[in-house]
């Protein structure tokens, strides 16, 4: 059954799940296989296997008796564990979302996210929760408190984070998509550091409701896949309004799918000089330009435009992002779910020993940035004035898009840099968003894919590279025209550690 299922999409095991060709009880066990066979990558953090099978023996049962299926119908999909699953696990990467620091302690949530449930009408199968950065602080995934993913390609590297399992799982092939989130490009960056395809949808797109929070201006759950069209589809399953979430947009839900096969020729796609310059590793400038190439051969039309404030970019960012974490964690006290600590000290006493105890060290120090700048004194010096440069970020964005359709830069500044490499030094850590985040705190669609392999050098040895791709709010259908054409040119590479069972992306 592994030989039948190599190289199929998401789009093609459920257009055969649901025409009777395929069994979703196959295609399931198919993929816990392979996420066991793999699971000293760290990809997972728990799995669903007997839930998992029997809800694709449900779904079996329903094709067989004639009623209609979903569109996503048999797909195995991983989960991000900052969503919440009912009667599932479920951490956010952190002991304080557990009873007693283990896995097996951890929350269950009595609910569905919005997304989950949107999911299971569309008849995908959750098979697992997968790893992250601890409360999705972090660009390497080795913040979680319960060891880091690995990358596929070289298991000494990062697969990038905070959503780096999700990442690591689509590409191994352990599950046909995933969702993340992305606060500040942390669904964007590990798809390029392990070569899928990734999508931060417009803030507001997708619901988040369900979603551990981070950041609530900047959070968006958002897919991985191994081609564009499957992500296309499954962004177009979780999208739209949802009244529980009172930042979800109204807007109407593209159809993705058929952006895919929308012609190309005339698109102006926009080159900020801001984001070729220094920093930028020469093996990943190849492989953009290799990508912008593709674009070009496509009949775009490659347009040099300004993003000045880029600069700004990454302190704005840590001045916004760590303020409000600061009051979304300040939920976790030891009080109504999680962690407690037995402290005969008193109600202070037991707030402070549970947070101490049940945060990690990445968490700590954001909580504490993000007092800081909120506290008497420091409120105008810093969080008022990233605010202001908030919307000049934005208003650069406006401008450009006024001359360009799209915007094309690197995902990353580097390939996958060594797990410990960065650890002891978190500007450099923070750094490896520096493309991402200034699309994040404008509220953009972006999309990264994978265009090819660097060119192995004396620091980094041949991995992949991603090309992001920008559009204005809401415009996700563009990127899906533009990424589809450039995609013909690199189509999907499994990594090493996939084999045997290796999934080639479309069909």
Known sequence: MKDALTGLSAVDVASRVAGGTLSAVQVVEHALAQANRTAPLGAFLSLRDAEAVEQARSIDARRAAGKPLGRLAGVPIAIKDAICTRGAPTTAGSKILTQSGTLQSAWRPPYDATVIARLGAADAVVIGKTNMDEFAMGSSNENSAFGCAKNPWDPARTPGGSSGGSAVAVALGAASLALGSDTGGSIRQPAALTGVVGVKPSYGRVSRFGLVAFASSLDQIGPFARSVRDAARLLGVIAGHDPRDSTSSQSAVGDYEAACDAPVRGLRIGIP??????????????????????????????????????????ATYYILATAEASSNLARFDGVRFGARATTGGGLDAMYAETRAAGFGPEVKRRILLGTYVLSAGYYDAYYDKARRVRRLIRDDFTAAFEKVDLIASPTSPTPAFALGERVDDPLAMYLADVYTLPASLAGLAALSLPVGLTEATARFPALPAGLQLLAPAYEECRLFSAAAAVERDFPYLPPPAAAPFTATGAV
Do not use: H, M, N, W
């Open 273 to 314: 000089k801001q984001y070729f310059g220094d920093g930028l590793d020469s093996a990943i400038r190849d492989r953009v330009q290799a990508g912008l190439t593709s674009l070009e051969r496509a009949g775009c039309v490659l347009v040099d435009i300004e993003l000045p404030t880029t600069d700004y970019g990454v």
